[in-house]
T-cell receptor, first 113, second 112 residues
Framework: KAGVTQTPRYLIKTRGQQVTLSCSPI?????VSWYQQTPGQGLQFLFE???????NKGNFPGRFSGRQFSNSRSEMNVSTLELGDSALYLC????????????FGPGTRLLVL | GEDVEQSLFLSVREGDSSVINCTYT??????LYWYKQEPGAGLQLLTY?????DMKQDQRLTVLLNKKDKHLSLRIADTQTGDSAIYFC????????????FGPGTSLSVIP
């Protein structure tokens, strides 16, 4: 079974631009969660989607948004990029039940200049 | 609120055992996880333990849970240089679905 895939793997943007990251979950998984990882803040939960609906949300500003498609693939969008948005963005998928284990993708490394 | 803490660094000699510790605050935690992250890579699930268990062993890995003290540990027997990585402790609480709370990670360095 193929694992979680994320595209692109690396991205360089400038301040003020917007970016869209993509995540394809493991086949059969209906839940996709997004995390931001930075050296200073560690791993922080952004949001989780299940069956095309946002089910959980972390404490990030509205510039961070996401969506999920009917095939469970998910996209994350960050508008008006700031230098502090430079991070590794990780996506994780699971079956979506209350106690299902999450499996992580390799991440997208975003650098904002 | 929910919080997970870990020591940030650990250094051991090859062949020795490594013990990575973690404490958490959410008493409704149901699942506790250990993830490994190698440089430039995503997170790899190593093992997990249910909150109603005390111990779980999986080859070189032993997880111990003290629910009373909210303390979790990961022991790696016969540590190898390939075990050098960052190890994250994480919890999922009874009140959430897929919101996983991670610790800051422990950077394990294995000295040949």
């Amino acid at each position: 079974k193929a694992g979680v895939t994320q595209t692109p793997r690396y991205l360089i943007k400038t301040r003020g631009q917007q970016v869209t990251l993509s995540c394809s979950p493991i086949s059969g998984h209906r839940s996709v969660s997004w995390y931001q990882q930075t050296p200073g803040q560690g791993l922080q939960f952004l949001f989780e989607y299940f069956s095309e609906t946002q089910r959980n949300k972390g404490n990030f500003p509205g510039r961070f948004s996401g969506r999920q498609f009917s095939n469970s693939r998910s996209e994350m969008n960050v508008s008006t990029l700031e230098l502090g948005d430079s991070a590794l963005y990780l996506c994780a998928s699971s079956l979506g039940g209350k106690k299902e284990t999450q499996y992580f993708g390799p991440g997208t490394r975003l650098l904002v200049l | 609120g929910e919080d997970v803490e870990q020591s940030l660094f650990l250094s051991v000699r090859e062949g020795d055992s490594s013990v990575i510790n973690c404490t958490y605050t959410d008493s409704s935690s149901t699942y506790l996880y250990w993830y490994k992250q190698e440089p430039g890579a995503g997170l790899q699930l190593l093992t997990y333990i249910f909150s109603n268990m005390d111990m779980k062993q999986d080859q070189r890995l032993t997880v111990l849970l003290n629910k009373k003290d909210k303390h979790l540990s990961l022991r790696i027997a016969d540590t190898q240089t390939g075990d050098s990585a960052i190890y994250f402790c994480a919890e999922v609480s009874e009140t959430s679905y897929d919101k996983v709370i991670f610790g800051p990670g422990t950077s394990l360095s294995v000295i040949p």
